[in-house]
């Protein structure tokens, strides 16, 4: 099991220092303090418009300071970000509402491939390793995606309303320290295969791995591996006999 003291942002700017430099290694990383400006006031001017215009125009401004935006994709109002050139959006992407992009370290980045849906409120943290999305997965509302060592989704994956895919944990091993200031704890990458559907409120911990064609039961929480094909429910999840898929 990995254990790695990463910091958060709060600890990042409570560091010695001028604060605007501060805020730009926290935000932008080691990108000049233009690059930061313009995502600012980029933001500042259509982050919150509504519509296809503000679609368009957040299309339009946001690519340049991205690793990659492909075409005809849709990023809807209030959009929040870090490190967006370790970030990739590819052709046909529909953003929701109030999504975030947080990628905490250089030693992360974040894919989404082509055709991918992610619905209002989805928040993918990634401290560390690649959290990458395959091509027209769809992913519901008030979820959230971790990844520290590594997160694939697969190709045309479902995943429901307010589920958990698990990328990290914090130690518990000092009694006197709170758990947020520990460091933290990850077992291994997470894997999704494709053509998975996964249900709503679901928990995932981290270092599991679900085989292509698998079904995860709403209010399931999963701590080990799921075969190929299966169909698992529950708390822990199980398999369910002779539910079987191909």
């Known amino acids: 099991m990995m254990e790695k003291d990463i910091g958060s942002v709060q600890r990042q700017l409570a560091k010695p220092g001028n604060a605007l430099t501060k805020y730009k290694e926290a935000m932008v990383g080691d990108r000049g303090l233009l690059y930061m400006v313009y995502l600012e006031l980029s933001v500042l001017l259509i982050g919150s418009l509504q519509g296809s215009l503000g679609a368009a125009a957040r299309n339009l401004l946001l690519r340049p300071a991205f690793r ?57 943290s990634c401290p560390g390793g690649r959290l990458e999305v395959g091509q027209g997965t769809t992913i519901g509302r008030h979820s959230r995606l971790g990844s ?15 589920s958990y895919i698990v990328g990290a944990g914090h130690a518990i091993s000092a009694l006197d320290i709170p758990i947020i200031n520990q460091p933290i704890t990850c077992k291994g990458e997470n894997r999704v295969g494709d053509n998975v559907v996964i249900g709503d409120r679901v928990t995932i911990l981290d270092g599991v791995v679900i085989g292509n064609n698998a079904v995860v039961e709403s209010d399931s929480v999963v701590i080990r591996d799921v075969e190929a094909g299966c169909c698992v429910a529950g708390i822990p999840a199980a398999v369910k006999p002779g539910a079987k898929f191909s």
């Open 68 to 124: 990659h935006i492909g075409r005809k994709v849709k990023i809807s109002r209030d959009f929040s970000f870090r490190l967006p050139y370790r970030i990739e959006i590819h052709d046909g992407c529909c953003i929701g509402n109030e999504v975030t992009l947080n990628v905490k370290s250089e030693e992360g980045e974040i894919i989404l491939g082509a055709g991918t849906c992610i619905g209002d409120k989805v928040i993918f």
């Open 148 to 162: 520290l060592m590594g997160l694939s989704v697969g190709k045309n994956c479902v995943i429901g309303e307010g």
